[in-house]
């Protein structure tokens, strides 16, 4: 099979023909923009309605943006500490207790990141060597890949299978080799919206403890379930001690431009973790780090009272979806809705993400350059469901001009 990791040629070798330095290739220059970015920006020269991106058309809960204001006037705007604003340390680690009944020491295994992306970059950066293994689940959030390689690591890539968008354990045991040091797994999933059980769950921790494996687990969708139960994967036995457990105020808060993550884990992970973040931006936000600490200690009925708004936002377009005939899959969690677009008559997601754009003015984000299995992916496509419901109207409204194959 092969992958994106495969695809990047080799650097030109030094003194090779003239200018051969200027000439050689960037590292990640085979990833290009990431599709995410490619489609908002075609969504916004077309203005076509853009359910490709990941983020919600409204603002968080008023305090929330009104303590970053707070903060803004009362002079909270230069360098916060490295490890992040002791305010929000102490807020995630009484959020951790008071919602999963996981204990956290605020001072050495808690660290502030600039969103989940930096976390989930500076976990497997600061985790691995040259050559180690990461087995990761597919389709996956493009940075993965794309952080692996800057590691100098390589993937190992487990399926996910719909309808069910779930792995065989003997194919994740068979991925894991001696060369394995993580297993980067995201529960809430994304694109799938799968919230993975407890028995697959514990496949995970049990392999992760045979084989003496590092857990990443990419949890930014905790808060946006809608059917089934999230259970941090640090939950299980033995798993606290070998698990960084991510999330990000981005979706809990509807505030995906401000760029507030952390990382939790056992003081020695943190502290990988924080030695390569210190080197990608140090700290940021200083403001939004104390709105985010604020919202953490809203009243547990506000974060259940936003999980239930946005799905019936999920059942109000895919429920438009099937009016229309189309097949959608219903996520558990998260923002997407993925369809088939083999329905059509089509197989090559890229070309009928533009063309969607084109001729009915509504974008949506092609699933291929999230799998290795390009076969696999290339029917896939997944629209953000995040939206005001006049707009997934106005956009139900322009993709019933599709056709299905008869």
């Not at 189309?326 to 923002?335: G, H, I, K, L, M």
């Not at 329905?343 to 290795?372: H, I, K, M, N, W």
Request: aromatic share 8%; with cysteine.
């Amino acid at each position: 099979m092969t992958s994106q990791h495969d695809l990047v040629p080799p650097p030109a070798a030094a003194g090779e023909g003239d200018g051969a330095l200027l000439g050689r290739r960037g590292r990640l220059d085979a990833y290009g923009l990431t599709v995410f970015g490619e489609m908002s920006a075609l969504a916004d020269a077309t203005g076509a309605i853009n359910l490709g991106q990941g983020f919600p058309d409204s603002d968080g809960p008023p305090e929330v943006l009104e303590a970053a204001v707070e903060a803004i006037r009362g002079g909270q705007n230069q360098y916060p500490p490295g490890r992040g604003v002791p305010s929000l340390l102490q807020a995630i680690a009484e959020h951790e207790s008071s919602w999963w009944g996981l204990e956290f020491d605020p001072e050495s295994e808690i660290l502030v990141t600039a969103g989940a992306t930096e976390a989930i970059a500076a976990a497997v950066l600061g985790l691995c060597q040259q050559g180690d293994e990461v087995v990761i689940f597919e389709p996956y959030y493009d940075s993965y890949a794309a952080t692996i390689e800057l590691a100098g690591a390589r993937r190992r890539v487990v399926p996910l299978r719909p309808p069910r968008w779930s792995f065989d354990p003997e194919e994740l045991e068979r991925a894991i080799t001696p060369a394995t040091r993580l297993i980067l797994l995201n529960t809430p999933h994304n694109p799938s919206g799968r919230v993975l059980g407890l028995p697959e769950l514990e496949t995970v921790a049990r392999l992760c403890i045979e084989n003496d494996l590092v857990a990443v687990a990419d949890e930014v969708y905790e808060h946006l379930v809608f059917e089934g139960t999230h259970v941090p994967l640090s939950c299980l036995p033995g798993m606290a001690e070998r698990t960084i457990r991510i999330s990000s105020a981005g979706k809990t808060f509807s505030a995906t431009g401000w760029k507030i993550g952390w990382a939790l884990g056992p003081p020695h992970l943190v502290n990988s973790v924080r030695a390569v973040k210190q080197f990608l931006t140090y700290a940021s936000g200083t403001p939004f780090q104390h709105a985010v600490a604020a919202g953490l200690r809203l009243p547990a009925d506000r974060f259940t009272a936003a999980a239930t708004a946005l799905r019936a936002r999920r059942d109000r377009f895919c429920d438009g979806l099937e009016a229309l005939g189309w097949t959608v899959s219903r996520p558990e969690a998260t923002y997407f809705a993925i369809v088939d677009i083999r329905q059509f008559g089509a197989v090559d997601g890229f070309q009928f993400c533009r063309s969607l754009v084109a001729d009915v003015g509504v974008a949506a984000v092609p699933l291929s350059v999230l799998y290795d299995d390009k076969k696999a992916g290339g029917p896939l496509i997944r629209f953000a469901f995040c939206k005001q419901p006049a707009l997934l109207d106005e956009a139900l409204s322009r993709l019933g001009r599709l056709r299905l194959r008869t």
